[in-house]
């Protein structure tokens, strides 16, 4: 039996501060351990990026998010 030991994560989001009505509007997200620069590095270091680093918002998932990764991956013909 496989024991799952929750740890820690943060979600970061970021959206530009000004968007285009009726035009896609890029959101990014991502669940990051708390030692991780998270998205604020990836904004940085992505000059395409429609949001920036003061677009972005953090928050501690707290078993607040939960998400099943499977343990095996069967690949269809």
Excluded: W
């Amino acid at each position: 039996m496989i024991e799952y030991v929750p740890k820690p994560r943060f979600l970061d989001a970021a959206i530009p501060s000004h968007i285009v009505k009726d035009q896609p509007t890029e959101l990014l997200v991502l669940i990051r351990l708390p030692d991780s620069t998270g998205l604020s590095g990836t904004l940085l270091a992505d000059v395409d990026a429609e949001a920036s680093p003061e677009d972005l918002s953090r928050s501690s998932c707290n078993g607040k998010i939960r998400f099943t990764v499977p343990v095996s991956c069967e690949q269809s013909a």
